[in-house]
């Protein structure tokens, strides 16, 4: 009777530990489901955006080839330091106290424009960060949850063999004998092939505030990005050939290696929506979108800090 009680007991114990465990495991499921990366409050962003009229501004300030690349002269422009440059340059020919004055007036100016710009580049690329790996987090658990799966199998399998050849040692009968065989190797194949379910498990993930819809659109229909970090990644001037825009480059990246050159896929994907039932591929492209975007982000600053460059030749 007591064995019996110190049985019982242990069963309890063991069965309250998973249950703690599983708790923990769905709390932390909850956590990852809301999104712990948009920004504590919501900041209303001037809607307009820098005009794409690239060729038109460039020749309309042509003089400024010599001291700007052309890049230069498009981030200026949008944001709204043209003018401000300009007076710089007929400041200068001025040498008196004053004209340097203005002139260092006029730089604190564009330098405040820049900083705000850098700022809102980090944020956005810090986003894409976080939420990057907000997604690795839920991608890892489910890839635990189809490990666990797969052993289990794997074991039952096993079990199964092993069982089936047990028997068909005790059972004398050759009928029941093979019969025994037979249904122990059709049930460990079973098992065996139920490990090769190329979907596996799934899980619940949502993401209202979804930047990669806005990407693969090509349409800012939301308050996600600020206009200035929107016009770097949509002026085909930025990117490397020039024949494609930042994300319209990415676009076709994603679409050939994350989707098969399926477009009707890539539209109807969860990755693109609201959110909904991830499975663990799903979860990978996504994190991996993330990433792509991240790293797409940071590489404007080099258009930024090549135009500080230019500046500071102006300047001196």
């Known amino acids: 009777m007591k064995k019996l009680f110190y049985l019982i ?19 932390n499921i909850l956590t990852l489901k809301d999104s712990y990366c948009k920004a504590p409050f919501k900041y209303n962003y001037n809607n307009k955006l820098p005009s794409y ?15 700007f690349t052309d890049q230069s002269v498009l981030i200026l422009n949008a944001l709204g330091n043209l003018d401000d440059v300009h007076k710089i340059i ?12 203005k002139i260092l007036q006029l730089k ?3 330098n405040s424009r820049i900083t705000i710009a850098l700022t809102e580049l980090d944020a956005v690329a810090a986003e894409f960060d976080c939420e990057g790996e907000r997604v690795a987090q839920i991608g890892s658990y489910v890839d635990n949850l189809n ?7 794997i074991l039952y399998s096993i079990i199964a063999g092993a ?8 059972v004398k009968s050759d009928g029941w004998d093979n019969a025994i065989g037979i249904g122990g190797g059709i049930l460990g194949a079973g098992f065996g092939l139920a490990t090769l379910n190329p979907k596996g498990k799934k899980v619940e993930f949502i993401h209202q505030r979804n930047l990669l819809r806005d990407i693969w659109k090509e349409k800012l229909e939301s308050p996600n990005f600020p206009p200035f970090i929107w016009y770097m990644y949509t002026e085909k001037k930025f990117s490397n050939k020039e024949e494609y825009s930042i994300i319209g480059n990415m676009k ?8 098969d050159d399926v477009k009707e896929a890539a539209d109807r994907s969860v990755i693109f929506s609201d959110g909904g039932f991830y499975r663990a591929d799903d979860l990978n492209n996504r994190a991996a979108m993330l990433n792509q975007m991240q ?22």
């Open 90 to 101: 007929e400041l200068k020919k001025d040498s008196s106290l004053t004209s340097q004055v």
């Open 9 to 27: 007991a242990m069963v309890s114990l063991l069965v309250s530990c998973v249950s703690k465990k599983n708790q923990a495991i769905q709390q």
């Open 53 to 67: 009229n690239s060729d038109s501004i460039l020749t309309a300030n042509k003089e400024l080839s010599g001291m």
């Open 252 to 259: 076709l990246r994603w679409l050939h290696y994350q989707f």
């Open 163 to 170: 069982a089936s050849s047990i028997a068909g040692g005790i």
């Open 108 to 110: 604190t100016k564009i």
């Open 295 to 316: 790293s797409a982000t940071r590489t404007i600053n080099q258009n930024i800090n090549y135009l500080l460059l230019d500046l500071d030749k102006l300047i001196l």
């Open 147 to 153: 490990a666990s799966r797969n052993n289990k199998l």
